[in-house]
C-alpha cells in the first residue's frame, strides 16, 4: 500500500531572516530526523519550475510571499508527496501516524469548516492537489486569495471525488486561531493542547500579505519598470 513519504517540506521565499521563532521550530521539528523524517527547506532557487505559473511568478514580484508559497506548496506535495508545513508551525508530535491516510489536513476553526494549509500531508499526485493546482493555473496573476478560502471551496464542490482526505478537528494543528470568533479566547492555554495535537501553529505573519492599495503602487511600478527596460 502507499503511504505518504516521511518528509517535511518548508518553504522559505525572500531575503528575510527567519524570526526567533522559525528558529525554534525548526530545531524542534529537526529532532524527528532520529525517527526517519527527512526535513528540506525550499527557497527561490530550487523551485525554478514554479516561475512558469503566473499566479506564483507575479506574487513573487510583489513580495507577496506568502501567495507564492500557497502555490509553490502543492507543486511540492503534487510532485514528492510528504508532509508541507509552515515555518511558524511547532511539531510536538511524531506525525507517523498519520501517514497511511492518503491525504489529511484540519480545520482551522472549531466549527465552520476552513481548511488551513499551515499543516497539509498526502501521497503524489493527490486529487485535491490537483485540483489546488488547476485552480491556481486558472486563476488570474493578480486575483490573490487566502489559501483556506480556496481549499474550503474547491472541497466542498468536489466532496464526491474527494472522499480519501482524512479531515482533523482543530486541535490536531491548530488548538488556537485568533481569528476564530466561536473561540472563548484568543491566546493558547495548556487546556486547549490535547491528545490529538501533532503541531501550533504560532500565526506569527512573517510573511504578512500587504495591502491592497500597496499591492496596486507596487504593480504600478513593476509595469513602468517593465516599459523601460523592453
Given amino acids: 500500500n502507499k503511504m505518504i513519504p516521511k518528509s517535511f517540506h518548508l518553504i522559505r521565499l525572500g531575503s528575510k531572516a527567519p524570526s526567533a521563532l522559525e528558529n525554534r521550530c525548526l530545531e524542534q521539528l529537526t529532532q524527528y530526523t532520529s525517527l526517519g523524517w527527512n526535513v528540506k527547506i525550499w527557497h527561490e532557487a530550487d523551485l525554478q519550475d514554479c516561475f512558469k505559473n503566473k499566479y506564483f511568478y507575479e506574487a513573487l ?3 507577496s510571499y506568502a501567495f507564492a508559497a500557497d502555490y509553490a506548496r502543492f507543486y511540492i506535495l503534487n510532485k514528492y508527496g510528504g ?5 511558524d508551525v511547532e511539531v510536538v508530535k511524531d506525525f507517523s501516524p498519520l501517514l497511511h491516510y492518503s ?3 484540519a480545520s482551522e476553526n472549531i466549527k465552520n469548516l476552513r481548511i488551513n494549509a499551515a499543516v497539509f500531508g ?12 488547476n485552480d491556481f493555473n486558472s486563476r488570474s496573476p493578480y486575483k490573490f486569495k487566502p489559501i483556506p478560502d480556496i481549499l474550503t471551496t474547491i472541497y466542498i464542490k468536489n466532496r464526491s471525488l474527494l472522499e480519501s482526505v482524512h479531515i482533523l478537528p482543530s486541535e490536531a494543528f491548530y488548538p488556537y486561531n485568533p ?8 491566546q493558547l492555554m495548556l487546556r486547549d493542547i490535547t491528545e ?5 501553529h504560532h500565526w506569527n505573519f512573517s510573511w504578512k500579505t500587504p495591502t491592497p492599495k500597496l499591492l496596486k503602487l507596487r504593480r504600478k511600478i513593476l509595469n513602468l519598470f517593465y516599459k523601460f527596460t523592453h
Wanted: glycine share 0%; with cysteine.
Fill in 61 to 63: 514580484k510583489l513580495r
Fill in 83 to 87: 508532509v508541507y508545513i509552515d515555518t
Fill in 103 to 105: 491525504c489529511f489536513c
Fill in 122 to 133: 498526502c501521497e503524489a499526485h493527490h486529487p485535491f492537489c490537483q485540483l489546488i493546482l
Fill in 179 to 186: 481569528f476564530d470568533s466561536e473561540r472563548p479566547t484568543k
Fill in 196 to 200: 490529538c495535537t501533532f503541531s501550533i
